[in-house]
């Protein structure tokens, strides 16, 4: 039974279309949100913990999305193919950069200390892990994605 509702009552066109406004804002919304996450840790008093709820659907969706390209075996709009270790080392050290560089800061002048080598350290500490753990990330996902890519080139050859 299939109800009037959900009946599709659009061209190809304009679903096309209908996607294209679903891929911005979808997109703009989940930026936006890392946004207001990230303000709120740093600009809010116990930021950080109010905004914990935020936080897990962020998360979730950045882990359906990544599961659902793994999944379709593509990486990105410019390019079917996966990156391969010099493009991971390259994100990882902008992640390393974006959020290890404040991350470290913060941490120290939120303790109060105003020691420039405290800081270094800090920023160092939060810089190296960050970076670890989206290039360990990106390596397994990439793996992942590479395999699945092969199967489904193999699928479309016997079809």
């Known amino acids: ?18 996607l294209k406004v679903e891929h911005f804002g979808f997109w ?9 996450l990230i303000i709120q840790g740093i600009f809010m008093e ?3 913990k109010r905004a914990a709820g935020e936080w897990i659907i962020f ?3 950045s882990v359906v999305v990544v599961v659902g390209w793994v999944r379709k075996g593509v ?11 010099k493009s991971y080392f ?16 913060l941490s120290e002048l939120k303790k109060g200390t105003n020691d420039i080598k405290g800081i270094l350290i800090s920023v160092c500490f939060y810089m190296a ?7 360990v990330v990106f390596l397994i996902v990439g793996s992942i994605a590479k395999k ?9 050859e016997e079809e």
């Not at 703009?28 to 207001?36: F, G, P, Q, R, T």
């Not at 990486?75 to 270790?85: D, L």
């Not at 699945?148 to 479309?156: P, T």
């Open 1 to 18: 039974m299939k109800l009037k509702w959900f009946e599709k009552k659009v061209d190809e066109r304009q679903e096309m279309d209908l």
């Open 28 to 36: 703009m919304m989940y930026w936006m949100l890392l946004a207001a």
């Open 46 to 48: 116990d930021g950080v």
């Open 59 to 61: 998360m979730i969706t």
């Open 75 to 85: 990486w990105n709009y410019q390019n079917r193919k996966v990156p391969g270790v």
């Open 90 to 105: 390259g994100y990882s050290l902008i992640t390393a950069l974006a959020a290890g560089l404040p991350l470290g800061i």
């Open 129 to 135: 892990v960050m970076f670890i753990i989206t290039f």
């Open 148 to 156: 699945r890519e092969a199967d489904l080139a193999d699928q479309d």
